[in-house]
Each structure stands twice: as structure tokens, then as C-alpha cells.
């Protein structure tokens, strides 16, 4: 917390100094309790992140807070906020201290009727529905969500980890979920955090044919989120003791009646909007706001956000290239002034970029999805069947009976032919990672076909 408050103290005062300020002049104005080598790392990852800007160079280096009325895109297009937004913007960018301390109005929530008021305007959800609708025809929940499951997995993992400061890169995280390698010199909690966003994503798409969107959904997905990383008791349902956030104002509900109260509300309401980009929206806004959970709140409002997309077959919500200052500020924005419009802004910019990627992966889609998805388990089968140098009926049973119990049926006969091909092809050079000796591929093989391996 004290390391927290002193970064504060130095994006404050380069706040403040408008026209940017030097590092020794900053030093001089943090005071003697500040480390140089501290405040040094400090710029450099508020420069990487975006929050700070770093003009000149070596003597004449200067610093000063970036404006949020800018944020630059990684294609070179620059997203900017409405007057609205930046008014909003502009007051959660002032010092906590300076801000009014505000409790969760839940007047807010009543006032919202579903197909009445909408928080997009019928513009922006036309936009969005042009750009992101997958079905051309009537086809199953889920379809599309399952075309691109594996490129879903690793964004949405990646990105909603990297929000709440998951230091894991996209190569790790998609190392880590398709073939189970993690990080060296990373936290557990980083990777529990990535694996929990794996099988809450795998949730939805499964159960796509049958979601609902209710209170116990929610808490499923929460559960899944938080495994782990919160008390066993908190896991799935609702706190029981307050809350506060961090760099706001903002005094959530304490009452558990009131929260799993309001909980219901939401979902009721979220259940009766007709468009699937407001009902979204109003997933990802009430549900942060809400603050039902002892923590993982936000994780599990961006995944909420994500079931009406995957029930309508439109692009999901993957939050790529979403900055962690910004998604922040419109969250402030959200719990202190009730304000949506930073967060409308964000989600219609980046959405459109996410379509834009989405359209060129299924365009440059040549891989066999089942092969990809299965990967781990197809080595796991693999693996089992030779140490325990299974042949003929023996192997084919297993990997019948394997597949049964752990592939979904539609995937089953493409997942035994990937099974078989693997075996025609096996050598050597394919057993890396699988834990499997030369000797014992060796002793199996002969099993296998003794008449070639004794040629």
C-alpha cells in the first residue's frame, strides 16, 4: 500500500505540473523519502504503460501525466473521447483526496427499463451489430465462439488478466493454456488466475445451448474466476463484509441481502434487454458496479459481458489492446459519477478493432481446430498408450473409452482419427514433452509392428 501512495504522489505532482517537470526537480519536490532508483523505475513503467510522457533526452529529459484525451492504438488510428467522457475523465484524474466520497445508488439500477432506456445509442448498436454479427443464418448458440475457440481462449485470458496486472505475455499465456507450460519466474497466482479464465471461457461455450442469464450463472462464473485465488467461503457467492476500492472514492453495499438483492435485479433486468450489445453493456457496467464478491468483481463482469455474444454468434468481447489507465478511469467514472459514457467509448473503439482481427483469423484459419483443442489430451492418450505398451483391441478400447469420457461428441470421430494418425506417424522426434523415453517408444513400436521393427 505505501509503495502504492508514493506512486500516486508522483503521477500527482506530474499532474499538476502541467508543462512537465525534470527528475531532479521531481525528487526535489517528492521529498527525501523518495529513492531515486525507485522513482526511476516508477516513470519507466508509467512511460511503458502510457500514463506518463517522457519528452527530450539525457539533462533536458522531462516528464508530465499523459492526457487521456488521446489513446494511441497499436495501428497508428487514435481513439478519441467524447467531451462528455473527458469531462468525466478530467475529474477521476484529480487526486483522491480532492474527490467526494459516494455510496452505491441503487436508484440508478431501478431507473434503468430495458428496451426503454439504452445506454448505446441506436447508432453505435448498429455499428456494432454490422461489424460483429457471425450468423448468417439461424445457427446453434455458440457456433461461432467455437470456430474461433482456441484464438478466444489466449486473447480473453490474456487481455482480462493483463487488466488486473498479469505480467504473463500473450505467448506465455497461450503456452500456458493449450499446452500447460508455465512461466518460469512468474507468481502461482498469475497462473491460476490465466487457467481460471480458461475454464470459465470453456464454460460458457459448452454450455452455450443452455446459458441463462441469472444469479446462479453469475456465481458459476465467479467461481471459476476466483478457484483459488480467494477464500474457499467467497468462492462463487456473495461478500459478507465491506469492500473498498482501490483509487476511488466509491463505498459499496455491505449487506449481503442487499447485494444478492440487487444481483437479482440485474440479472433480471440484463435477461429482458432484446439487443445483445446493450445487454452486454449493461452486464459489464452493473456487475463491476455492484461489487457483490470479495474480489475478482471486474474479471467476472468482462466475462458476463461476453454471454450475450456468444448466444447471438457476434464477435465476442476479448478487451485486446484495452489499456490498463484508461479501463481503470472509465470504471471510476462508472462507480463515482455513474457515468458509462468513458466506458461506451472504449467498448465501441476497441470492439470494431477486435472484429477487424477476428475477420482476418477465420480468413487465415488453415489449422485443424479439433487437433489444436485436443492437443494436450491427444497427448495424454498418447502417452498412456505407450508406457503402458497398449496395442491392437487393447489401445483401440482405450482410446474409444477415452474419448467418450472426455471429448465432446461432435468432436469425437475427428479427435480418434488425430489419435491414429499420431500413432501411424510416431517417432523419435514427436515424443518431446510427452514424458515419454526412446526405450520405451522403442519396446512399443516392436510391439506394435513386429515384423518392420525387426527389418
Same mark, same amino acid.
Given at each position: ?30 521529498? +527525501? ?26 539533462? !533536458? ?40 466520497? $459516494?455510496?452505491?445508488?441503487? @436508484? ?14 441506436? *447508432? ?40 488486473? !496486472? ?21 507468481? &502461482? *497466482? ?40 480467494? +477464500?474457499? @467461503? ?19 453495499? *455491505? ?16 435477461? &429482458? ?34 454471454? +450475450? ?77 505407450? $508406457? ?18 472426455? $471429448?465432446?461428441?461432435?468432436? @469425437?470421430? *475427428? ?27 522403442? @519396446? ?12
Amino acid at each position: 500500500m505505501a509503495k502504492k501512495l508514493k506512486k500516486m504522489a508522483v503521477l500527482t505532482i506530474l499532474h499538476d505540473e502541467a508543462k512537465g517537470v525534470a527528475f531532479k526537480e521531481l525528487l526535489r519536490l517528492l521529498g +527525501p523519502d523518495y529513492a531515486e532508483r525507485s522513482v526511476r523505475r516508477w516513470l519507466s513503467e508509467m512511460v511503458k504503460d502510457g500514463i506518463v510522457i517522457q519528452t527530450g533526452k539525457k539533462r !533536458g529529459t522531462h516528464y508530465k501525466a499523459a492526457s487521456l484525451e488521446y489513446l494511441p492504438s497499436q495501428d497508428g488510428d487514435d481513439l478519441v473521447f467524447s467531451e462528455a467522457s473527458q469531462k468525466s475523465l478530467n475529474y477521476v484524474a484529480e487526486p483522491i483526496f480532492k474527490r467526494d466520497p $459516494v455510496a452505491y445508488n441503487a @436508484q440508478w439500477l431501478e431507473d434503468y427499463q430495458p428496451n426503454i432506456n439504452s445506454y448505446l445509442s441506436s *447508432e453505435i448498436k448498429t455499428q456494432l451489430f454490422n461489424a460483429g454479427s457471425r450468423t448468417k443464418e439461424k445457427e446453434p448458440a455458440g457456433t461461432y465462439a467455437r470456430r474461433i475457440y482456441d484464438r478466444l481462449l489466449i486473447d480473453l485470458s490474456y487481455n482480462s488478466s493483463r487488466l488486473e !496486472g498479469n505480467t504473463y505475455s500473450l505467448l506465455e499465456t497461450e503456452r500456458l493454456i493449450l499446452e500447460g507450460e508455465a512461466a518460469e519466474g512468474k507468481l &502461482d *497466482e498469475e497462473k491460476i488466475m490465466i487457467l481460471n479464465h480458461k475454464e470459465a471461457i470453456r464454460h460458457l461455450i459448452d454450455n452455450a445451448d443452455t446459458l441463462i442469464i441469472d444469479t446462479d450463472e453469475i456465481c458459476t462464473l465467479h467461481y471459476l474466476l476466483s478457484d483459488g485465488l480467494v +477464500p474457499a @467461503q467467497y468462492a462463487g457467492k456473495v461478500r459478507d463484509h465491506g469492500v473498498r476500492i482501490g483509487g476511488s472514492t466509491y463505498i459499496p453495499y *455491505e449487506n449481503p441481502k442487499q447485494l444478492m438483492h440487487q444481483l437479482k435485479v440485474i440479472c433480471e433486468k440484463a435477461k &429482458d434487454i432484446q439487443d445483445p450489445y446493450e445487454q452486454s453493456f449493461f452486464l459489464l457496467t452493473h456487475i463491476a458496479y455492484l461489487q457483490a464478491f470479495f474480489d475478482v468483481n471486474k474479471r467476472t463482469s468482462r466475462l458476463s459481458a461476453n454471454i +450475450p455474444l456468444i448466444l447471438k454468434n457476434c464477435v465476442p468481447l476479448s478487451f485486446n489492446n484495452v489499456g490498463k489507465k484508461e479501463y481503470s478511469s472509465a470504471m471510476i467514472a462508472i462507480y463515482e459519477l455513474n457515468d458509462v459514457n468513458p466506458l461506451i467509448d472504449l467498448y465501441k473503439y476497441f470492439y470494431l478493432k477486435t472484429c477487424q482481427s477476428y475477420n482476418a483469423t477465420i480468413e487465415a484459419m488453415r489449422y485443424d481446430a479439433i487437433r489444436v483443442r485436443y492437443r494436450t489430451m491427444r497427448r495424454s492418450v498418447m502417452r498412456y498408450i505407450i $508406457v503402458n505398451q497398449l496395442v491392437g483391441k487393447e489401445m483401440q478400447t482405450y482410446i474409444e473409452s477415452e474419448t467418450e469420457k472426455k $471429448v465432446g461428441k461432435e468432436d @469425437q470421430s *475427428e479427435f480418434i482419427k488425430d489419435v491414429q494418425e499420431d500413432i501411424q506417424e510416431i517417432s523419435s522426434q514427436r515424443i518431446s514433452g510427452m514424458g515419454i523415453t526412446k526405450q520405451e517408444l522403442e @519396446q512399443w513400436l516392436e510391439k506394435l509392428n513386429p515384423k518392420k521393427s525387426g527389418t
